[in-house]
């Protein structure tokens, strides 16, 4: 084993200064026979989670700490760091406290605390007075004041104890570190102090320090050339071995053995779980067991008509194995969450592998009856499984705000907080950033962006250019992955009994009062700290909508919670792709898949929603299922073993659930390993597990009698599917949103796409596809108007009147003034209308050129003619001069569409490829009215608008194109070297005409492209 060990090391999350993952830091840690590593982070805990999982795996005991930026409260201007290592669960509760205070104490990313913060909250610590930045060392050589070295290290003997306080000496090969620790290995032989030896690591080997370099820059926003001052001078802090450091240190020999000393020391593990939430209050002083069980016996006869022996059965399974594992309490916190939206009526439901839960149904968490739809209750909880089972419930997005006020007010900020994201640099922003950093010309980065995207050798015009391009691609691809900036999670909430700043760090949101805590899901997970997912979705809010619209003029608004779920309508328009706006299956794949799969009952839209997936399309599970499904080809499977757990599903995988029913039934897993297999394959980070559960997948196959090309062959199944996959629990709780939106659109369509409207953006097709499809229905889609329009998109008569919201620019505070104006007494001119609101001229314009002012019979060009003679600015209005009568030319049909797509983004009128069908039929040029007619293998050209452009990573280099005209969609598919050649056009250019080859098959139309031309 090494004799020295790093207690000073910082990775990617020191963010934008940290230049290796921490896995890497320990991994080399490892190589050197380090027997453990310290990593002390800027002002964070971050990578905590992650770097003990790899110390774990590697056999090296992880020490957790942090540097931390202090002032002295009566010099705030003069920061100095501070090392600190967590000995005990008091310094981890310290550690925490002391960040979080630092990160409320300053703005967002600029973390630091004042000196006097420190006073009782060390126990536990251990501090080391820090690298030059430490207000000792930099008094010493910055300051050369010995008297205030001496006073400061006073300070934190009393803070610490001189069992707890070391002097740090560190050795760069820098002018003035030989001066540096001579002065502080004198300073603690003065006060009989004693040295530990770091070298401030930011990366793992040395060749990082390039990157290291770049990340300075990118954080300072400035280039290498300019930031001299800013970056370490020389490549030296790296991980080095016991050797390397004694070299550097031939004088401090027990400064080296200190760093083991210290380490033995430092045994504090992560250790939560459900003790840290906070205890439900229950009625009568019940146990949280026996009130759980006292809800769901409740709700038996609320559930279900006549509960049998099954229902009770199972009943007293999950209750048994819900209190076996503390759980009780968890499920009444979610209870009682859901039982607060539902009183206000906020629609919600569960979703996720909750949904395989009866209790989960009962306490009306889950809209699935597990036992109807043959749903496991162990994928959700297990004697097998030892994590907090994952609850997700979706809110009205529009309403979520309210359920997380409610969590924060009945639990108390102090206790409640979300979970962060970690933004991550991606291969083309990467190549941007370091691109700027490396002060290249924007030629050179379009280059290597291009070379990026087309996965083509990029062609320099000379040796500088190419060693430029090298070092460009080469950094862009170390920095892949990287934490760049912290996000907030879409609704994972962490709700604890004890304070939150003793159990993880906190800091403010980018949002507006809210917190997040220092960890991301999968390190809540991993740690053990419970997290509730509070999620928005708009398809809730838009079926809110829709049936509250409904309900204005209906004698009996619609209960969709009562839906039987048989409607043979429903299904045959689902069939029929005629899916625009329904839930999950309105995508461009969707509408290929749907009129071969013919969904004809519940079970059909769960499988629709988990095909059109990456892990089944990876897989290559899409197209056999669909053949057997058609009763075109026999069902197979590719061992015996294998039918249990396949045969629902044609014997294809389809579901999360069947990876533990595989691994169960073809290698021996056992339930958990089976889950731990799942999670794995959907994990990132995991290659290492993967492989090893790759031989032992195939290990235990081949003791069951599987062929090894057989196991191998399910086994690359298993890892293309399962990173993308659903569970089929979660697929049966989106089914039921499926359905609903497929209802309402199906007996009211006005309501539902006025809804839809109202909640964009949302679902795969933008608001002006949503506007042509209902002109292609025939229902009326009446324009923005300052005399009749609401705030948002609002019923009238048999149509849908675009509402003020869609004008572009305008504020909820115009919108307001224009309606409470109104109100008052009709708008009867432009001058009235201007002098009333006082709105700014250019939302005014854009109010004339949607057609918002057509009610008065004047011409726009003449009222924005009028306009500019009307003297005014926002909130104040000049004198008016008498407008010339000045001759204008009208405006023709096309220019009042186009204007209304540049204000609105749509346009109510006719679609754009009206404009051109004379010219096209005189071509033979086809739109999709003509196209599904054409036989199949023949060539033809067609046109349309571009409404979208897909290129999925399962499609190896095909991109798939959408084009729209005034009757509907043609798909278009483009092969790797067909875009290659018209890639700038597809690109660039709205209006295509394509030449391509007719592909029909059931019933489903695509056109394969040969050439693609702009239409104009």
């Given at each position: ?11 990617n999350f020191s963010l934008l200064d940290g230049a290796s993952h921490p896995?890497?830091?320990v991994a080399r840690a490892a190589e050197l026979q380090m027997s453990a ?292 309490n968890y499920f009444l916190i979610v209870w009682d969450i859901v039982r ?677």
């Open positions: 084993m090494s004799a020295y060990v790093e207690l000073h090391c910082h990775s896995e890497e830091l590593l310290a990593l002390t982070d800027h002002n964070a805990v971050y990578g905590a989670v992650r770097f003990m999982q790899a110390a774990k795996a590697h056999g090296i005991q992880p020490v957790l700490g942090a540097e931390l930026t202090l002032y002295d409260d009566d010099a705030t201007n003069n920061t100095h760091h501070l090392t600190l290592l967590v000995e005990n669960q008091a310094g981890w509760h310290n550690l925490c406290y002391l960040i979080s205070r630092a990160q409320h104490n300053a703005p967002k990313g600029q973390a630091v605390l004042p000196f006097s913060e420190l006073t009782g909250c060390t126990d536990g610590l251990i501090a080391l007075s820090g690298c030059r930045q430490g207000k000792i060392a930099r008094s010493l050589v910055e300051q050369a004041s010995p008297k205030t070295a001496v006073q400061a290290t006073h300070q934190f003997l009393e803070l610490l104890g001189r069992h707890n306080f070391f002097i740090e000496l560190q050795n760069h090969l820098l002018p003035e570190d030989e001066l540096r620790n001579g002065r502080l290995a004198a300073l603690a032989d003065y006060l009989n102090l004693e040295c530990v030896v770091t070298n401030n690591v930011h990366y793992h080997i040395p060749d990082r320090h390039r990157l290291q370099d770049v990340l300075v820059c990118i954080n300072h926003l400035t280039t290498l050339d300019e930031s001299a001052h800013l970056r370490r001078l020389n490549a030296e802090y790296y991980l080095k071995n016991a050797e390397q450091m004694a070299a550097l240190f031939p004088s401090q020999p027990e400064a080296l053995a200190n760093t083991l000393r210290l380490a033995e020391r430092c045994r504090f593990e992560l250790s939560y779980g459900l003790q840290d939430l906070p205890f439900f209050p229950t009625e009568k002083g019940l146990s949280s067991s026996a009130y759980l069980s006292r809800l769901c016996h409740e709700a038996l006869a609320e559930r279900f008509d006549s509960p049998g022996a099954q229902v009770r059965e199972q009943l007293h399974h999950e209750l048994q194995v819900i209190n076996q594992a503390g759980l009780a607060f939206a539902r009183a206000q009526g906020i629609r919600c439901q569960g979703r996720g592998s909750a949904a395989n839960s009866l209790v989960a149904y009962l306490l009306h968490i889950s809209p699935i009856d597990p036992l109807a739809h043959d749903l496991v209750f162990e994928r959700f909880l297990s004697a097998e499984r030892a994590v907090v089972p994952d609850i997700d419930i979706d809110f009205d997005a529009q309403r979520r705000e309210e359920v997380i006020q409610y969590i924060y007010g009945r639990y108390g900020p102090e206790h409640t907080a979300m979970a962060c994201t970690f933004i991550t640099f991606r291969s083309r922003s990467a190549i941007r950033d370091i691109g700027k950093a490396l002060g290249l010309a924007p030629t050179v980065v379009a280059t290597a962006v291009h070379a990026l995207e087309t996965n083509q050798a990029p062609q320099p015009e000379n040796k500088a250019e190419q060693n430029a391009l090298d070092l460009l691609l080469a950094l862009s691809q170390e920095i892949e992955g990287f934490p760049r900036h912290l996000g907030i999670h879409s609704g994972g909430m962490i709700i604890t009994g004890a304070p939150l700043m003793g159990r993880v760090p906190t800091e403010p949101a980018t949002m507006p009062d809210r917190v997040v805590v220092q960890w991301d899901k999968e390190a809540l997970e991993d740690a053990g700290l419970v997290k509730i997912d509070i999620l928005g979705l708009r398809m809730l809010s838009a079926i809110s909508d829709a049936v509250q619209l409904v309900g204005q003029t209906a004698v009996h608004p619609p209960d969709l919670d009562t839906l039987s779920f048989t409607d043979t309508a429903v299904y045959q328009m689902i069939g029929t792709a005629d899916t625009i706006g329904v839930f999950q299956v309105e995508s461009r794949a969707q509408a290929q898949m749907l009129p071969k799969l013919k969904p004809a009952c519940f079970a059909d839209l769960v499988v629709a929603i988990s095909l059109i997936r990456p892990g089944p399309i990876q897989g290559n599970m899409v197209h056999p299922y669909l053949r057997r499904h058609q009763g075109m080809e026999p069902m197979h499977y590719l061992h015996p073993l294998l039918e249990p757990a396949l045969s629902e599903t044609l014997g294809v995988i389809l579901f999360q659930e069947q990876v533990l029913k595989v691994a169960r039934d073809l290698a021996g897993f056992t339930p958990g390993q089976g889950e731990q297999l799942r999670r794995a394959l959907g994990a990132k980070r995991t290659t290492e597990a993967i492989e090893q559960f790759r031989t032992q997948f195939l290990a235990g196959a081949e003791a069951n009698g599987v062929p090894v090309d057989v196991a191998e062959t399910v086994f690359e199944q298993l890892l293309a599917f399962g990173g993308y996959s659903f569970a089929k629990s979660h697929a049966a709780a989106f089914a039921v949103l499926v359905y609903q939106s497929a209802w309402l659109k199906r007996y009211y369509p006005q309501a539902f796409y006025t809804a839809l409207l109202n909640n964009q953006p949302m679902g795969f097709w933008n608001a002006a596809v949503l506007v042509n499809e209902l002109r292609r229905q025939s229902i009326p889609v009446l324009p923005v108007d300052i005399h009749h329009s609401q705030a948002k998109c609002s019923l009238e008569n048999d149509g849908i009147r675009l509402g003020l919201n869609y004008v572009k620019g305008i504020h909820e505070s115009q919108i307001e003034t224009i309606l409470e104006e109104r109100g008052k007494r009709p708008f009867t001119n432009l001058l009235d209308f201007c002098q009333r609101t006082r709105l700014s001229r250019r939302i005014a314009e854009n109010l004339i050129m949607c057609g918002g002012m057509d009610g008065w019979g004047i011409p726009r060009r003449q009222l924005v003619w009028e306009l500019g003679t009307i003297h005014y600015r926002e909130n104040e209005l000049d004198l008016r001069f008498q407008p010339q009568a000045i001759p204008l030319p009208p405006q023709t049909t096309a220019e009042a569409m186009l204007s209304e797509q540049q204000v609105l983004g749509l346009s109510p009128g006719d679609h754009i490829m009206t404009f051109y069908r004379a010219r096209l039929r005189h071509h033979n040029i086809l739109g999709s009215y003509g196209v599904t007619a054409v036989p199949n293998g023949q060539w033809i050209r067609v046109a349309g608008l571009l409404v979208v452009h897909q290129s999925p990573p399962t499609a190896k280099g095909f991109h798939f194109l959408t084009l729209e005209d005034e009757d509907g969609m043609m798909n278009v598919i483009v092969n790797p070297q067909v875009y290659g050649r018209f890639r700038h056009i597809i690109r660039s250019e709205k209006l295509l005409l394509v030449h391509g080859e007719v592909q029909q098959e059931d019933g489903v139309t695509n056109i394969l492209a040969q050439s693609i031309r702009p239409l104009i």
